[in-house]
């Protein structure tokens, strides 16, 4: 019992073992738009694999975005970097989404063509216990979104 304990530990440090997140999730969504205008109500869907995650992003239209993230890549660059603090405030992404553990960016491609990247981190609540998502969105055009309940 003790050599399999060990081994599995051993896997787990050397990174051998892939992390595999309970899933599917799936949660209302807005795209609230920082320029103004009505939020574009959604409904987000993840569904983990063994290696990967595709984000399924389902509008009121029926249209969908869709797209996949490397569960065990790296947190992304500070590309995004100038739509978290235009969403959250100036220091915002260096403050609390820069080496956020949990960080992902997402190239979503949608019905005609249309595009948007998307980043997500999570954060535990102050009083503890479960934890909340924040993300901003890009779309093609240039309009950012904070994503949102």
């Not at 978290?84 to 820069?98: E, I, N, P, T």
């Not at 479960?130 to 093609?140: H, K, N, R």
Request: glycine letters at 12%.
């Amino acid at each position: 019992m003790r050599s399999v304990l060990a081994l599995v530990l051993l896997l787990v440090s050397s990174a051998c073992f892939p992390l595999i997140p309970v899933g599917p999730f799936s949660t209302d969504l807005h795209f609230h738009p920082v320029d103004g205008g009505a939020p574009l109500p959604g409904r987000i869907n993840v569904h983990f694999g063994w290696q990967s995650a595709t984000v399924v992003v389902t509008l009121p239209d029926g249209g969908a975005f869709q797209g996949e993230f490397d569960v065990k890549a790296p947190a992304p660059d500070r590309e995004m970097a100038p739509a978290w603090d235009r969403v959250f405030g100036q220091g915002y992404f260096d403050a609390k989404v820069l080496g956020s553990p949990q960080h992902v960016r997402v190239a979503l491609k949608g019905p005609e063509g249309r595009e948007m990247k998307a980043e997500f981190h999570s954060l535990r609540r102050p009083e503890g216990g479960v934890s909340i998502s924040e993300g901003v969105a890009v779309d093609a055009q240039g309009r950012v979104f904070k994503m949102g309940q």
